[in-house]
């Protein structure tokens, strides 16, 4: 991230139904006792249709090194989040988006890493184009590529370990990646 992580960066703490309950140092809330917050999630697509993914660079807290959707971030306390999907993308990924859709507007998950790091999070999930090249930040992104949708598609029912938890969840829940490439919400 583009942003230097300190105490003073805070992420929303939200109850089960979603509600704001407060804020707390985006330093303190992704360990082994992570309090349910706010987070987002993107998949973004290029002009030829294919979905861009990024290896999380290893550096990460959690998953470190593994494939996941183009990226993900927490809106500040008080930001839309709309505003801060378009931030994050700027910061990660140097994109700017052409269109930003929400797809699952009350996606939630709970996962443990092998190294015990938890992730515990309200995570709207979203689907963007551009047409832009990906310019990753190390810090945060290891590796991009385009692939097409079907071929995403196999290697998450191939290989699902090699893959972040909530992409493979968010997949299933959209049926994002198909032999059409189009989003069937069920």
């Not at 990660?92 to 998950?109: H, K, S």
């Not at 090699?162 to 969840?169: E, G, R």
Request: glycine content about 6%; proline content about 8%; aromatic content about 6%.
């Amino acid at each position: 991230m583009s942003e230097t992580l300190t105490d003073t960066e805070l992420v929303v703490l939200v109850d089960d139904e979603g509600r704001e309950i407060g804020t707390a140092p985006k330093s303190t809330v992704h360990g082994s006792d992570t309090a349910l917050h706010l987070a987002f999630s993107c998949h973004v697509r290029n002009e030829a249709g294919e979905v861009l993914v990024t290896r999380r660079a290893l550096e990460k807290a959690t998953w470190p090194g593994v494939w996941t959707n183009a990226f993900c971030g927490h809106p500040r306390p008080a930001e839309p989040v709309i505003h801060a999907v378009h931030r994050r993308a700027e910061q990660e990924l140097g994109l700017t988006l052409d269109r930003v859709e929400v797809a699952l507007p009350l996606f939630r998950y709970r996962a443990v890493d092998a190294a015990g790091m938890v992730e515990h999070e309200i995570c709207p999930v979203y689907i963007a184009t551009t047409s832009q090249t990906p310019s990753p930040d190390p810090r945060e992104v290891a590796e991009v590529r385009w692939v097409a949708p079907q071929d995403l598609a196999d290697a998450l029912e191939a290989t699902p370990w090699a893959f972040s938890p909530w992409l493979v969840l968010q997949a299933q829940q959209l049926h994002l990646f198909g032999p059409t490439g189009t989003t069937a919400r069920s």
